[in-house]
């Protein structure tokens, strides 16, 4: 049974908020899967402690036989591949969520270079059997605007497949930066990933060579700072461990700072940040590379008054919950109406409803309670959570870390 969580605005804040941040768990995950791949695995420093990280972690320790990873997305698209090249029969499962989320663009991709897959349930979803097999490399084509996690699980395993993959994406590519991230930390083992032209990725055979890795501060994690320093305007935060120079998509909610009269300053991997001005009257965004944190901008924006249209946001869909759906029925709760296609965009012109106040649901979505929590420094009412535990899929001392700004108890 789901626990509510009341949230109180503190009556005296602090006058500056030192925040440790989560280690990326995109970062985690693929180091993983390329670690188990590996002769000589390497050491990872700072690890993410997330749940989706722990998944990949017990799976891979595991006997790989029968493995539930819950409701994380990634585990279930990189495990699926990488179960395709391991010896034996495995059973990979979900959540029910999970088990609603559609997986048969990899599965037919993998069955193609001869994966032996078979569905335990309705085809096209998880759970599935698979069988171990050998792969053959060559030409795979997936269409651009499918999740990037599909084409990462391929790019993972590229290494060990003889002659590699050579990846075509059709259409419009949304996420690239995932894929380049890939790349980058393919590069880091030895191997030489690279694009082909605009619009193709080559990931040759070759031999892993690991070297200890430091994983980065998560700069998703980063936008739900940025919302409280939006509407925290006498308090400063130190963000870290923070690269400027990152591999993650999200770190382009940097170049959002001046949208929200913020201003960040970097010492070393410690940024910064305050707000100096105010909020433009209305934000424009194209969310195709960075949907996670759609939910934060969404929720920021109708409270600053900020009138806004995003789009590029396709994948909301099919994420841990329909994020689009749930958008619109919570923001109703505080007194918001946002209106959408039900499709790629979401849009916001100042309409107000009345609230009630109701317990936001979170939908087993951890993106959806921290982008609301916030929301309570500019309210005048408490808010409230339902099932707040759901930030342990990828920021588990979220409410810790609050806690100087907003007192969080159970109902």
């Known amino acids: 049974m789901s626990q509510v969580y009341i949230l109180r605005r503190r009556a005296d804040l602090p006058k500056c908020v030192d925040v440790s941040l989560p280690a990326s768990k995109s970062i985690s995950n693929r180091l993983l899967i390329l670690n188990a791949l590996c002769e000589t695995p390497c050491q990872i420093d700072n690890l993410s402690d997330s749940d989706d990280t722990k998944v990949m972690v017990e799976a891979l320790q595991g006997d790989l036989k029968h493995i539930d990873i819950g409701a994380a997305g990634t585990a279930m698209r990189f495990l699926t591949a990488y179960l395709t090249l391991q010896p034996g029969v495995h059973e990979i499962t979900g959540s029910e969520r999970m088990r609603k989320r559609p997986i048969g663009t990899l599965v037919d991709a993998l069955r193609s270079q001869g994966a032996q897959i078979e569905y335990m349930g309705e085809a096209g979803y998880p759970p599935l059997r698979i069988t171990g097999a050998t792969l053959k490399g060559g030409d795979v084509v997936f269409p651009g605007d499918i999740s990037s996690q599909y084409i990462t699980a391929f790019m993972l395993i590229a290494p060990i497949v003889p002659g590699g993959f050579r990846i075509s994406l059709t259409g419009t590519i949304n996420s690239r930066p995932y894929i380049d991230m890939t790349m980058a930390i393919l590069r880091r083992y030895g191997i030489d990933a690279h694009w082909d032209g605009n619009s193709t990725v080559v990931v040759p055979e070759g031999k892993l060579v690991s070297i200890p890795v430091n994983v980065e501060g998560d700069w998703t994690a980063v936008s739900y700072w940025y919302a409280l320093a939006a509407l925290c305007p006498d308090v400063k935060f130190n963000l870290m461990p923070l690269d400027e120079v990152s591999t993650q998509g999200d770190s382009l909610t940097a170049s959002f700072l001046n949208a929200f009269g913020l201003k960040a300053e970097l010492n070393g991997r410690v940024s910064s940040v305050c707000r100096v001005s105010a909020p433009l009257a209305r934000f424009e965004y194209d969310f195709r590379n960075q949907p996670d944190m759609a939910q934060t901008y969404v929720v920021l924006c109708c409270l600053l008054g900020v009138s806004f249209k995003f789009n590029g946001l396709e994948s909301l869909k099919i994420k841990e919950t329909d ?39 979170t939908y087993k979505d951890h993106r959806m309670a921290m982008a609301f929590a916030p929301a309570v420094m500019s309210l005048n009412h408490d808010l409230l959570i339902d099932d707040p535990g759901v930030v342990s899929k990828s920021y588990p001392d979220f409410w810790n870390d609050i806690a100087p700004l907003i007192d969080v108890q159970p109902q």
Request: aromatic share 10%; glycine share 6%.
């Open 323 to 361: 994020r689009i759906s749930a958008l619109v029925a919570e923001l109703k709760k505080i007194g918001y109406v946002i209106e959408t296609n039900d499709k790629d965009e979401i849009w916001y012109s100042g309409q107000r409803c009345e609230a009630s106040y109701e317990p936001i649901k």
